[in-house]
């Protein structure tokens, strides 16, 4: 009996020392971490952009005259070659004012001829001569004119590109001031990003820009551009200045007025200390990280924070290559707390 009680109290023993041991490991603060590395570092403006054509190679057209429209042979949003009819006017007006201003420059042909042979005889003073030449002058002019307004009667596309704008209600009437159409050359668009005018004084002439579809990084990937023109100038109504880019001559087409999401590269630290940005504690008006050392004993320590994009940030002071910093885990963590790594 003594020796069966003795060995129920040694059973009990250990199992109470196995309870205390698995105490001790569910105690642990469960973390993830990672190293500190040095490695190039990247400083980037985030922005959205917007597809559009470049100045100088839109064609905005409206009626020669004042007219009324009769048919329209496009679309918005059409693609069309240079030639193609977009928007015909009634012609019956316009072929009266050129036959009109034919028949006008017939008879100050003739008056001219008549004038200059009778000046010549000395029948007319030659100052008679000079005003039918005059004459002559101004209906060449105006019958000119009229040939060429009745075949602007159509409007035709003087590009290749697509139909932007249209505005042609068919039976219309419209005037020279009004805008009918408008075309836009596909093989010239830009992107433009809007930055405030602190990120646009760190951004030059010929900067790579990673360019993505949508209005995020994790977009369809199109590739790295190019800025091509930062401009000078602070937009009164947004408060921002327009960057333009251009896209690399691989990526796919474009459309105007797509919405392009670009990171834009300011500059490159080749060798700077960069943990993961989840690892930052803030602290005041500051950051602190909580630095894993021996005995899994997490530390916090303060650091000196310098550039920093959607995944990582560049450490100026405080960390070292190499060291083990606590990244998932780390908001709520004492000081002084031993840490086992989650799996």
């Known amino acids: 009996m003594r020796v069966l009680l003795c060995g129920a109290a040694m059973l009990a023993t250990l199992g109470c020392r196995g309870s205390d041991a698995e105490s001790e490991t569910n105690a642990l603060v469960q973390v993830k971490t990672a190293r500190v590395t040095i490695a190039p570092f990247a400083e980037t403006i985030r922005s959205i952009g917007t597809v559009s054509a470049r100045a100088g190679h839109i064609a905005s057209l409206s009626a020669p005259a004042p007219a009324r429209i009769a048919v329209v042979h496009v679309s918005q949003g059409e693609k069309v070659s240079a030639g193609t009819a977009l928007v015909a006017f009634e012609q019956a007006p316009f072929i009266a004012a050129a036959q009109s201003a034919d028949a006008a420059l017939l008879g100050a042909e003739r008056n001219y001829e008549r004038a200059h042979r009778l000046a ?14 005059t004459e002559l002058a101004q209906a060449r002019a105006t019958a000119t004119t009229a040939r060429r307004t009745a075949q602007l009667a159509v409007l035709r596309a003087p590009i290749s590109g697509v139909v932007t704008k249209l505005n042609a209600p068919i039976g219309a009437q419209v005037d020279i001031a ?20 602190s990120d646009a004084a760190r951004i030059g002439p010929g900067a790579s820009v990673a360019l993505s579809a949508g209005e995020s990084a994790k977009g369809e990937a199109l590739g790295v551009g190019r800025i091509i023109d930062v401009g000078g100038a602070v937009d009164s109504a947004t408060r921002s200045v327009a960057v333009r880019a251009i896209a690399p001559p691989g990526a796919r087409a474009l459309r105007i007025g797509e919405t392009i999401f670009g990171e834009i590269s300011t500059a490159v630290h080749p060798r700077a200390i960069i943990i993961p940005i989840v690892a930052l504690v803030p602290e005041g008006e500051g950051y602190k990280v909580f630095v894993v050392g021996a005995g899994n004993i997490a530390r916090e320590r303060n650091v000196t924070v310098g550039r920093r994009n959607e995944t990582t940030v560049e450490i100026l002071n405080g960390l070292t290559e190499g060291e083990v910093v606590v990244t998932e885990g780390a908001y709520g963590l004492e000081d002084s707390v031993k840490v086992a790594q989650a799996k």
Request: charged share 25%; aromatic share 2%; no cysteine.
């Open 178 to 197: 009004q805008p009918i159409v408008e075309v836009a050359d596909l093989g010239a668009l830009d992107i433009i990003f809007n930055v405030s005018p």
């Open 120 to 133: 010549d005889a000395g029948i007319l003073p030659k100052k008679d001569a000079d005003q039918a030449a």
